[in-house]
């Protein structure tokens, strides 16, 4: 359990990543706080020829409010959005269900873009951002542009970031609207089997659901109740092609999201 | 620190203590190896140095679990970088003898795949180079072709006549089959008022020790000899299938062990392969050779428990008494019987009627092989396979009689009044009152509070449940146990074994300091404290006055065949051993005291540092003077004493002999008695197990350091909570190993294990010299079907199967699934249980005319266009290509070979591709349907249908993203067929077309 031999690039500024990495392409891999891709690296899973190490890069350091939208930085970890004061007001989706990322340790290590970047159908920050409606920041040596949370993510542990990008930060909109978030694993800290996000809606109730299909989905329910929601929430349920694997069944996720999904909605819209 | 500095200041307390007259053997004191482990200081395989220019290896390991090795082409792998040497099967074969197998049969076992792999890990070659990193480099530079058979991994699929067969030398996969008789069964069921039967199947699981395999070895040309420094653990009877492996007379196979071990619970003993493979590399490469197993080769080959199916029926009177039992054993050793293999089945052999009083039984024990990683010695070792068993089936008498559970239990205990009992099938249960221990347990655990919990939790229509169980505990193995394996006339071919012989050396310096020295090689127990307890109490000194050595050194210590740390031996026979040593010294001092105080040798008594008369406590003299007068002055020793400078005692019970012409065997030297009972909720959302409350009560004798006894209970119960509702090595059926990492292979953590309620009662084991029993594997025993029979209990099921994922229970809890909306298909293709394949359909549309869709899927410029990471296409025939391919997700990215062909042409509207493709990362297989229809406006819908199966590495990883990855692979590839015939996509981005035929595919199937 040796990764192959690499290129280790610690960046000195911005420019000087994306230059690496617009002439490396897809041979290049960012790596920020290393919490799944280093062990890809000792698994022989991923060998790129170059690591490009963005973490002393003071432009990507900071949580900022920048109207209504908070912006962090792809160099912020997660063990300091989750100490962040504002969290709580600005966040309280975030607050909810950063504590489930991982454990204490890979909290101190990893970071808040790079488990977005992963895109890994179970985390809980691509879900948030996808129930937030947040929006990805991206980067090249030639331009900058930013993606809807739901055109962001294309596929398990896939995006639409292109190899000469690289993601600056994340936004997601602050809002202290009432929002709910559960998640059930097979230990505390695993991957989510289903983890469920809600946030209340200008008409109803946003669901976003993680660990069922192969990337975050949502759908906004309007008020519904008793059996028009049982139906609405089963058809979601369905519409997620769910998989068996080692730890679960498709019917207990579809089982998870129906009754989990029930209670969410109802906590939100109370 | 501060448990350092605890340390010195409770020595003083206790030390005061002492002087009162209490022994130190009882009390809990600080542990001796601690402050070392505390501060960084242990002393673990990996941590030692090694000899300037030792190498290291690399195993390269079978992504199949079974297929013949066509060829294994190195050529590249020996001209890498820092490569010394690389070996195959044959290199290893040419160097080694093969592993004795533990049945008569003539089958062969070596420590790498010789022409045939049998299970996925198996070792294939092993690179020998300068640092590991290079190893591994040239590990992937080996080139294996295989062809694969059919595997077979159910051991009752392994008995059916069409199985594949995986050695040629046994009868199908039938290992061994013995049936046995004891009292008249048939008799017994035929006038029982019930027979009432169960059927289970125990999973495969480990104990996963924190610090995996290590070993480094050397070979000396000039002397024929090797020298191995590993973290094996014993029991040293593999000391001689290790020499005769690697050809050397035992005096020429030096073993050594190192101070410290990282945990092993049995599993250390299953090195022993890999000292033999690696101990050949050393020899090929002419310089000491280091191994260090990862993580993932841990899981994946280390060892494991064995898997069992049982049938196990009860003849039951009214009342619930249990006249007779009928076990049939089917035990699934994995690819390879390995020493002391099929050990597991036969370790309980003696106490198949657990704690119970019953004198008819039927048994029939079958050993299968199968394309797994083979078995060996795990805590608890074929107890819990069999207490799953019995105590379900005494749960089910009750719920099917409508008795009490508990009553079941008192109803069939052994009487307090039979001891010594022996068992129906030989053992001697030597001491023990389990009415008594139940009768507490049931008052001080609480009984009574939790049926009242229970009836107010399923008052508010929850699931909660009262498990209970009641099991004997063997520990101290009779070595011959294993031979019940063989017949009677096969046994007294091969000569007795029997026994448990333990070795103790106690010393005393010239300065009177006393030095203590077993053959026990702990694995983090604390077995340094109890000895240095055990003898300071023999000499009236202090446990700090004390010093114990475990590491071991075959060629300069005492050691047997038994020595090692297994069967819970340490406290009944290695402790008591060293007590026996300190005797014997003590005694000849006694008698060197006594001619120096003018007294005789029975007015002599040891305390506190000093050498007494009983009847004149001011007439003494201090330990050291007497202690070291046979250094100083031999000639002044009273006669006939010799010297008082070193003594060695090995002890063995005169109680476990080898099995009896009828089988009777004593199959451990002492039995301790656990009584259980746990309350566990099931949650109506998630299905997870909560343990409520968990009881359990203990009696394993003597007890020598209570806090240490409390932490042998709480480890095993953790595993034994692991065991039951976490932890299993997966395998698929086509034997692709799916829990390589601890994502999958999920160990409990504190979050997961509450706190047992732990009770004790000391009843003294009349054979073993401090009365100690063992107690480190019981829990293991009784936890698994304790919490088992209180999930039958909360959710009123017959059919329980460990671990007991969430997943599972939906049927039971919930029954049938709330179905699909109308229009909406029922999600995936429906498989069949157990079916790893991966399926799925989808379909893409493109502007093209469906024949030039036809031309360009059999045109190879167009295939190496569209294969997801393609580097080269080569025709080898019209409808079979071969490509080189980079095949990912995300950043994980692999290089394969891979072959694809195209069947059943129907141009333009349908063909067959099937593909298979090989790389480092594992292998795939599959096959799919494409059928072109015409659009109304001049293009072509492609549909497809495929069926696929991934293994290897990638299986073992990544088997929770595995599905979803193929798909999006899959989908890759028709994203660059319908970007290659111009899939009217404006944007050629190929992510962001992927994303619209993501749309196109995404949709209902």
């Not at chain 2, 989808?842 to 502007?847: F, L, R």
Request: net charge neutral; aromatic share 6%.
């Amino acid at each position: 359990m040796k990764p192959a031999a690499f290129d280790y690039v610690r960046a000195q500024h911005l420019e000087e990543a994306l230059e690496v990495l617009d002439r490396e392409g897809t041979d290049a891999r960012i790596v920020a706080g290393g919490q799944s891709l280093m062990a890809m690296l000792n698994m022989r899973l991923a060998r790129p020829k170059t690591l490009i190490d963005i973490m002393r890069l003071p432009e990507l350091a900071g949580i900022e409010r920048k109207g209504n939208m908070i912006v962090i930085g792809a160099g912020v970890r997660q063990a300091a959005l989750l100490a962040w004061p504002d969290l709580g007001g600005s966040l309280p989706l975030v607050a909810l269900a950063l504590p489930w990322t991982g454990h204490v340790q890979t909290r101190s290590r990893g970071t808040v873009c790079g488990s977005i970047a992963h895109a890994d159908p179970s985390a809980e920050l691509p879900l948030v951002l996808r129930a937030l409606g947040g929006e990805v920041h991206l980067r090249s040596a030639k331009k900058r542009r930013r993606v809807a949370a739901k055109d962001f993510f294309s596929g398990m542990m896939a995006t639409t970031r292109t190899d000469d990008e690289l993601i600056e930060a994340v936004s997601l909109p602050a809002a202290a609207k009432r929002c709910a978030f559960r998640e059930v694993a097979r230990r505390h800290g695993d991957f989510a089997i289903v983890a469920c996000a809600a946030v209340a809606t200008a008409d109803g109730v946003r669901l976003a659901v993680g660990g069922v299909a192969d990337m975050p989905a949502a759908r906004d329910f309007p008020r519904l109740e008793g059996g028009a929601l049982d139906d609405a929430l089963n058809d979601f349920a369905y519409e997620l092609d769910a998989r068996d694997d080692v730890h679960a069944t498709a019917r207990y996720r579809r089982d998870l999201v129906r009754m989990i999904g029930r209670d969410l909605v109802r906590e939100v819209l109370q | 620190m501060a448990e350092a500095a605890g340390h010195a200041f409770a020595s003083r307390e206790v030390s005061g203590n002492k002087e009162s007259g209490s022994p130190w053997i009882g009390q809990s004191i600080p542990r001796v190896e601690d402050s070392a482990l505390l501060t960084g200081r242990g002393r673990f395989i990996d941590d030692l140095g090694v000899h300037p220019g030792t190498l290291h290896a690399a195993i390269l390991r079978s992504p199949h679990a079974h297929a013949d090795i066509v060829s294994i082409e190195t050529s590249a792998a020996k001209r890498a970088q820092g490569v010394v040497a690389v070996l195959d099967g044959d290199d290893v074969k040419a160097l080694t003898s093969s592993l004795v197998v533990g049945v008569k049969a003539p089958v062969e076992c070596w420590p790498i795949a010789v022409g045939r792999v049998r299970y996925v890990g198996e070792p294939v070659a092993v690179v020998v180079a300068t640092d590991r990193y290079l190893a591994e480099d040239a590990v992937d530079l080996i080139e294996v072709q295989y062809r694969a058979r059919p595997a077979v991994i159910d051991p009752l699929a392994a008995l059916r006549a069409d199985a594949p067969v995986l050695h040629d030398g046994f009868g199908g996969n039938v290992a061994s089959d013995r049936t046995f008789r004891y009292g008249n069964p048939e008799q017994a069921f035929a006038s029982a008022a019930h027979r009432i039967s169960i059927d289970i199947r125990y999973p495969r699981n480990s104990c996963t020790p924190i610090e995996t395999y290590g070993l480094v070895a050397d070979y000396d040309p000039g002397e024929d000899a090797y020298d191995v420094l590993a973290n094996f653990q014993g029991p040293f009877s593999i000391h001689a299938v290790l020499s005769r492996a690697l050809k050397v007379p035992g005096n020429r196979l030096r073993l050594r062990t190192p101070p410290d071990s990282g945990g092993s619970f049995g599993v250390k003993q299953g090195i022993f392969p890999y000292i033999v493979l690696i101990a050949a590399a050393a020899r090929a490469a002419g310089r000491p050779v280091k191994w260090i197993e990862d993580r993932l080769e841990h899981l994946t080959a280390s060892v494991s428990a064995t898997n069992r199916a049982t049938t196990l029926h009860a003849a039951v009177a009214d009342d619930g008494r249990i006249h007779a039992l009928d076990w049939d054993q089917i035990e699934d050793c994995g690819a390879h019987l390995r020493a002391p293999e099929p050990a597991t089945l036969y370790r309980m052999h003696g106490n198949l009627t657990g704690a119970y009083d019953i004198r008819h039984l039927a048994v029939r024990n079958r050993v299968v092989v199968t394309n797994k990683t083979p078995t060996g010695l795990n805590r608890g070792f074929g107890g819990p396979q069999v207490y799953f068993a019995l105590e379900r089936l005494v749960q089910r008498i009750a719920v099917e009689l409508g008795l009490d559970p508990l009553d079941v239990i008192t109803r069939n205990l052994v009487a307090a009044d039979a001891f010594p009992y022996r068992t129906a099938s030989g053992a001697l249960l030597d001491s023990g009152n389990y009415q008594e221990a139940i009768q507490r347990g049931v008052d001080e655990g609480k009984l009574a509070e939790l049926k009242s919990r229970r009836d107010a939790a399923r008052a508010q229509g929850r699931l909660y449940g009262i498990g209970f169980t009641a099991v004997v505990e063997p520990s101290v193995s009779n070595m011959g146990y294993i031979t019940t394996v063989l017949t009677p006339a096969e046994r007294r071919k091969a000569g007795p074994k029997n026994g448990a012989q333990a070795t103790a050396t106690v010393a005393i310096d010239p300065v009177g300091s006393v030095s203590v020295h077993v053959a026990s090689v702990p694995q983090g127990q604390g077995h340094r404290t109890v000895l240095s307890q055990v003898v300071a109490d023999v000499f009236g000194l202090t446990p700090g006055d004390v010093r114990v050595n475990t590491e071991i050194d075959t060629a300069k210590d005492a050691w047997s065949i038994a020595s090692g740390n297994y069967a819970s031996r340490f406290a009944p026979a290695v402790a008591g051993t060293a007590k026996l040593a300190a005797e014997r010294i003590a005694v000849k001092l006694a008698r060197v005291a006594a001619s120096q105080l003018n007294t005789e040798a029975d007015d002599i008594v040891f305390a506190g540092g000093q050498v007494r008369s009983k009847r004149n406590p001011d007439n003494k003299v201090s330990f050291s003077r007497v202690a070291g007068l046979s250094h100083w002055s031999p000639g002044a020793l009273p006669d006939g004493i010799g010297q008082t400078i070193r003594e060695t005692v090995f002890w063995s019970p005169p109680e476990l002999t080898a099995p009896d012409d009828d089988d009777q065997i004593n199959s451990s030297l002492c039995h301790g008695f656990i009584f259980d009972f746990c309350g566990v909720e099931i949650d109506r959302t998630t299905l997870q197990t909560r343990i409520d409350r968990y009881v359990t009560m203990h009696d394993c004798g003597t007890i020598l350091h209570p806090a240490m006894v409390d932490g042998q209970i709480r480890g095993g119960f953790a595993q034994a909570v692991g065991a039951a509702l976490y932890e299993e090595y997966a395998y698929g059926p086509d034997g692709s190993f799916l829990t390589g990492t601890f994502a999958d292979y999920l160990l409990p953590t504190t979050a997961e294990i509450p706190d047992p309620f732990i009770l004790h009662m000391q009843t003294p084991s009349p054979v073993t010299p401090l009365g100690s029993k063992g107690v480190g594997e019981g829990n293991c025993m009784s936890t698994p079907v304790c919490i088992a029979n209180a999930v039958a209990d909360a959710l009123g099921v017959k059919d329980i199967t460990l671990p007991l994922v969430p997943a599972k229970l939906a049927q039971a809890v919930r029954g049938a699934e709330p179905a699909p909306p109308a229009g909406r298909a029922s999600g995936s293709v429906k498989k069949q249980s157990g079916d790893r394949r991966l399926h799925g359909e989808g379909e893409a549309v493109v502007s093209a005319p469906a024949e030039r869709v036809w031309a360009m899927l059999l045109d190879p410029e167009t295939l190496r266009a569209v294969i997801p990471g393609c580097h080269s296409v080569q025709k080898i025939s019209d409808t079979h290509f071969r490509a080189d391919v980079t095949i990912g997700i995300g950043p994980v990215k692999g290089r394969y070979r891979a072959d694809v062909t195209l069947s059943d042409l129907d141009p333009p509207h349908a063909v067959t591709l099937g593909g298979s493709a090989e790389g480092a990362l594992g292998f795939g297989g599959g096959e799919g349907r494409i059928t072109l229809l015409p659009t109304g406006n001049g293009g072509t819908s492609i549909r497809y249908v495929y069926e696929a199966a991934i293994g290897g590495k990638v299986a073992s990883i990544g088997g929770r993203l595995l599905d979803g990855a193929a798909r999006v692979i899959i989908g890759q590839f028709f994203a660059a067929l319908a970007r290659q015939a111009g899939g009217g996509a404006a944007d050629s981005s190929p992510s962001s077309l992927l994303l619209k035929l993501r749309r196109w595919f995404g949709g209902p199937r």
